[in-house]
Nanobody
Framework: QVQLVESGGRLVQAGGSLRLSCAASGRTSSSYAMAWFRQGPGKEREFVAAISRSGGSTNYADSLKGRFSISRDNAKNTVYLQMNSLKTEDTAVYHC?????????????????WGQGTQVTVSS
């Protein structure tokens, strides 16, 4: 089992950048594929990006490619989400998730463990 704690969310102006972190504890995070999801106000939970256990493979939502970047540091048991050129529509609670299986799938139901989330608000 693994526990996930997100941090780094805050109020930021449109066009700005933000880096979110997800710290894992318990079972070694390198045992899991990791992902970020987000849920905006009144919206469904949405896949953002996923990264393999080693960090060698990634998968992104098509709409976010080029602006968002996922990475991980297994020595620190931490996964990151770098978000650039932020838009007001990026406003959401961002959740970190972990999956025992290796495939970098976009379906939220495929993930086994979840963090509580961190709020990102992008103002115009």
């Amino acid at each position: 089992q693994v526990q996930l704690v997100e941090s780094g969310g805050r109020l930021v102006q449109a066009g700005g950048s933000l880096r979110l972190s997800c710290a894992a504890s318990g079972r070694t995070s390198s045992s899991y594929a990791m992902a970020w999801f987000r849920q905006g106000p009144g919206k469904e939970r949405e896949f953002v990006a996923a990264i393999s256990r080693s960090g060698g493979s990634t998968n992104y939502a098509d709409s976010l490619k080029g602006r968002f970047s996922i990475s991980r540091d297994n020595a620190k048991n931490t996964v990151y989400l770098q978000m650039n050129s932020l838009k007001t529509e990026d406003t959401a609670v961002y959740h970190c998730a972990a999956r025992l299986r290796a495939a970098l799938v976009p379906g939220w139901a495929e993930y086994d463990y979840w963090g509580q989330g961190t709020q990102v608000t992008v103002s115009s």
